[in-house]
């Protein structure tokens, strides 16, 4: 009996490392692999209660856990959609075949890293096949509340490589200085203006004209009136005036030079706390700001020299997709090259209770298990998941010296059962020879 059970522990003795040098095998052939999680073979020894005075050997057996939840190095490469998470949160991907079968209900596995690049469908897709997944944005950049305990609402990220976009004008700044000198009595009365361009909502070039004329003191007066006449007109709407403004200016010691009143006599109203007015445009409205009262980096009258010294607006010409960039919130923006940046969708990060119990499945993707538990996806850089890095990767986290220290040992361990099989042989052999 006590021969026969050491016999059979070292038979358990070979299985059992036999094992490890598998989980050793595979660490070490996936050292390279981006986003590879190592496996780890532990022992555990079987006891047998033999009779009293006696020992019967149980052997051992083994256990295989792939370690998810260890993270790798994260290194940096050249292409914006190598993605790579900070943290512990993963990414949903889901696979080639399945978005190509057309089917209603998309598996959704999860990753923590992939360099993803656009086919020729516009997928945002790995080398192995795996598509990444997002929140579509709604047409004005927001993203809907989608649920957040189950795939529903996530999407194969699709890019349109071919499509334009214009971003209209919707706010203007405008900062002028105007002559002091214009006002003053016997003054020319000479008109200034200034052209400021603009987009519609079809990105085509469109302009507004500001143009300020002086109002003159009455003959016989000897103060200036520091008023002016604001009239705003449009290219897209010609010979009309969108708005009419009289401006007075102030001529203090502490506040000589800006705005001091606004009076709308037609168009938008002047608005003292936003220190704007809005006018309508044959596209719409924009929002013209001039400063808020006593403001000096709006609208000024100072000294004799008329001169633009703020002009700016939001909105862009037609432009052309150029690249595609995914933040470290998720979003995935496209740029195009006339400047302007739009939000297609968000990635969000799946949080697992037990990643550990998730079940592996090829090309580093993970699925939802019951030893898991049920997942939850997260804003990245919002709970307690992380951050999405851009233009990086995340290594293996296979320790090439430690697993061929592990190497030696299972070799060794492997060598010493088997001298332990091969002594059990000799004694069972010497038993056969008493008959003898």
Not at 119 to 137: F, N, T
Not at 179 to 189: L, M
Not at 250 to 271: I, P, Q, W
């Amino acid at each position: 009996m006590t021969i026969s059970s050491s016999l059979n522990a070292a038979v358990m003795g070979l299985s059992a490392n036999a094992n490890k040098l598998a989980s050793i095998s595979d660490n070490i052939a996936n050292s390279s692999t981006y986003g590879y999680k190592r496996v780890e073979t532990d022992f555990y020894s079987m006891v047998n209660a033999g009779a009293s005075g006696s020992y019967s050997a149980g052997g051992v057996r083994t256990t295989t856990q792939r370690l998810i939840d260890e993270t790798g190095a994260l290194i940096g490469t050249s292409n914006s959609t190598d993605i790579a998470v900070d943290g512990r949160g993963m990414v949903p991907v889901t696979s080639e075949s399945a978005v190509k079968s057309g089917s209603a209900s998309l598996p959704m596995l999860l990753t923590t890293t992939g360099s993803y690049r656009m086919d020729a469908a516009g997928y945002l897709k790995s080398e192995a096949g795996l598509i990444l997944m997002g929140w579509p944005a709604a047409a004005d950049g927001t993203i809907p509340n989608y649920p957040r305990d189950t795939s529903d609402g996530l999407e194969p990220i699709k890019i349109n490589t071919n499509q334009f976009v214009g971003e209209p004008t919707t706010k203007m700044n405008i900062g002028v200085n105007l002559p002091a000198t214009a006002t003053k009595p016997g003054a020319a009365g000479v008109p200034e203006s200034i052209t400021v361009e603009y987009f519609d909502n079809l990105g085509t070039s469109e302009k507004i004209n500001a143009t300020f004329t002086p109002t003159i003191p009455a003959v016989g007066a000897t103060v200036p009136s520091n008023e002016w006449t604001m009239q705003i007109t449009d290219t897209a709407s010609p010979g009309a005036i969108l708005g009419e403004y009289v401006i007075t200016f102030n001529d203090t010691r502490t506040l000589g030079g800006t705005v001091a009143a606004v009076t709308t006599t037609s168009g938008g109203a002047y608005n003292p706390l936003t220190g704007s007015m809005q006018v309508n445009v044959a596209s719409g409205p924009i929002d013209i700001a001039i400063g808020l009262p006593g403001d000096p980096n709006g609208l000024t009258q100072l000294s004799n020299t008329f001169a633009p010294v703020t002009i700016s607006k939001d909105g862009a010409a037609t432009g052309n997709l150029v690249e595609v960039e995914i933040d470290p919130n998720g979003f995935v923006h496209a740029l195009f090259d006339n400047g302007t940046a739009r939000t297609l969708y968000q990635v969000p990060l799946a949080d697992i209770p037990n990643p550990n119990g998730l079940m592996a499945l090829d090309n580093q993707t993970f699925q939802v298990s019951h030893d898991s538990g049920s997942f939850f996806l997260w804003n990245a850089g919002n709970g307690p998941t992380g951050d999405i890095v851009g233009f990086a990767r995340e290594e293996s986290t296979t320790d090439v010296a430690n697993e061929l220290t592990d190497l030696i040992q299972t070799q060794r361990a492997y060598s010493s059962n088997a001298k332990v099989i091969q002594t059990v042989d000799e004694m069972l052999q010497e038993t056969t020879n008493i008959k003898r």
